[in-house]
């Protein structure tokens, strides 16, 4: 099986029945990949993974430490996910931002950020897609965040330090998707 159908159906058998809302957001942010092929090139086939794929570690049973980045990449890895899927989603949507607040960053550290276009496509394919599955943009996105969480809380805390970084992997984005254009 190549590696999209493959992703589907261990992002499906993880969350479609534990977590159907987070099932509809992971395949959101997928269709999203999906439009943004163009900005990564060869790549496109494991953005799409990673979309269907990074939020994986929210299964409860698959809940180690609590964050889910880091459990996505640990289960990933377990059952012999190619190398970069696991990193970018370890790393998805700066989570080394909240891997520090959490003092989790050491264990984060056992898996690279590659900081180039799939991983900036991933980025913004998350944070341009509600818990719903549905398209948005970022400045909503961010906001539905803080909302939910509340102030103080520590991934409203993450979000607020994570802000730049993020705005910046959509803006390169969208920047490669117009050279493909042009």
Same mark, same amino acid.
């Given at each position: 099986?190549?590696?999209?159908?493959?992703? #589907?159906?261990v992002s499906?058998?993880?969350?479609?029945?534990?977590?159907?809302?987070r099932?509809?957001?992971?395949? !959101? =942010?997928?269709?999203? @990949?999906?439009t943004l /092929?163009?900005?990564?090139? +060869?790549?496109?086939?494991l953005?799409? /993974?990673?979309?269907?794929?990074?939020?994986v %570690? #929210?299964a409860?049973?698959? *809940?180690m430490?609590g964050?889910h980045?880091?459990?996505g990449?640990? #289960?990933?890895? !377990?059952i012999?996910?190619?190398?970069r899927? =696991?990193?970018?989603?370890?790393?998805?949507?700066? @989570? =080394?931002?909240? /891997?520090h607040?959490?003092?989790?960053e %050491?264990?984060?550290?056992?898996?690279? +950020?590659?900081? %180039?276009? =799939?991983?900036?496509?991933?980025?913004?394919?998350?944070l341009?897609?509600?818990?719903? !599955?549905?398209?948005?943009?970022?400045?909503?996105?961010?906001?539905?965040?803080?909302?939910? #969480?509340?102030? !103080?809380?520590?991934?409203?805390?993450?979000? +607020?330090?994570?802000q730049?970084?993020? @705005?910046? @992997?959509? /803006?390169?984005?969208?920047?490669?998707l117009?050279?493909f *254009? %042009?």
């Amino acid at each position: 099986m190549s590696l999209v159908p493959w992703a #589907y159906e261990v992002s499906r058998q993880n969350l479609s029945d534990t977590l159907p809302r987070r099932w509809a957001h992971v395949q !959101g =942010v997928a269709q999203k @990949a999906q439009t943004l /092929a163009a900005a990564v090139g +060869d790549d496109a086939a494991l953005l799409e /993974a990673a979309a269907i794929l990074h939020d994986v %570690g #929210y299964a409860p049973h698959l *809940a180690m430490t609590g964050f889910h980045p880091l459990d996505g990449a640990v #289960y990933l890895r !377990g059952i012999d996910a190619p190398d970069r899927l =696991v990193h970018l989603v370890a790393h998805h949507s700066c @989570a =080394v931002r909240e /891997a520090h607040l959490r003092g989790l960053e %050491g264990q984060l550290a056992e898996f690279q +950020d590659e900081e %180039g276009p =799939v991983r900036d496509a991933l980025w913004m394919c998350d944070l341009t897609t509600t818990p719903d !599955g549905e398209p948005t943009d970022f400045v909503s996105r961010v906001a539905e965040i803080k909302q939910r #969480y509340g102030p !103080g809380d520590l991934v409203t805390v993450f979000i +607020d330090s994570a802000q730049r970084d993020l @705005a910046d @992997a959509i /803006a390169r984005t969208t920047s490669r998707l117009r050279e493909f *254009a %042009g």
